[in-house]
């Protein structure tokens, strides 16, 4: 019974690289999100998808790129990584009641910083 | 524009005593409320929430209260315990076309419980 999991927990990278943090979840939630959390910030929405196939931009989109090809899989992309950009990432799901998302099941979060 | 608002950074209560955290919102289509402990190095989990239907809900402890027309949330702990320290988030939500599963937080308040 995984729930939500994310790869890397950690990582290093040199401003201008890319990667692609990963997010899975075995629950058959139809919704997924990602989320940064920085000091005073909270957590901030970055994207969303309510479905496989249908993403959505949230409150901090840029510099990211994602898509929804599975149920299960959520990978976010940073295209050219930027020291802004250093933050501890959370993916999150959550079924559905009466067309609602209810409360998310939150991955253990990777801790990105960009040097 | 910090739609969901926690004023309060941090909070320190004596174990046994009420823990009171408060949080504000400024867009009045939001419906839905949701709070969220974290612990660190750890994701949010999800605590309580409320629909703006009802001005309360409880579940054991913890009791969340809403005050629709000053656009104004609460989380009530009760009892406090020191395993109750963690950082708190409240979150909101709006239903609707577009909007479905779109989660916005707060700052988040630390608590601290001391024993």
């Known amino acids: 019974n995984a729930g939500v999991t994310q790869t890397p927990k950690f990582q290093v990278l040199k401003t201008g690289q890319s990667m692609t943090l990963q997010c899975a979840q075995d629950?058959?939630?139809?919704?997924m999100s990602w989320y940064r959390q920085d000091p005073g910030m909270g957590l901030r929405l970055i994207h969303y998808s309510v479905g496989a196939g249908i993403t959505d931009q949230g409150e901090v989109p840029n510099g990211y790129n994602v898509s929804r090809s599975t149920t299960e899989d959520f990978p976010l992309r940073l295209l050219s990584a930027a020291p802004s950009q250093t933050s501890v990432y959370f993916c999150?799901?959550?079924?559905?009641?009466?067309?609602?998302?209810?409360?998310?099941?939150f991955g253990s979060g990777t801790r990105l910083t960009v040097v | 524009d910090q739609q969901v608002k926690q004023n309060s950074p941090s909070l320190s209560v004596q174990e046994g005593r009420i823990s009171i955290l408060n949080c504000d919102y400024t867009n009045s289509m939001f419906d839905y409320f949701l709070w969220y402990k974290k612990y660190p190095a750890e994701g949010p989990t999800f605590l309580i929430s409320i629909s703006s239907i009802k001005d309360k809900n409880e579940d054991g402890r913890f009791t969340v209260f809403l005050n629709k027309s000053a656009k104004h949330l609460s989380l009530h702990i009760v009892p406090s315990q020191p395993g109750d320290s963690a950082v708190y988030f409240c979150a909101a939500s709006r239903h609707g076309s577009g909007n479905t599963g779109k989660l916005i937080f707060g700052q988040g308040t630390t608590l601290q419980v001391k024993p």
């Open positions: 999150a799901s959550s079924s559905t009641t009466r067309g609602r998302a209810e409360g998310y099941t």
């Open positions: 629950m058959n939630h139809e919704y």
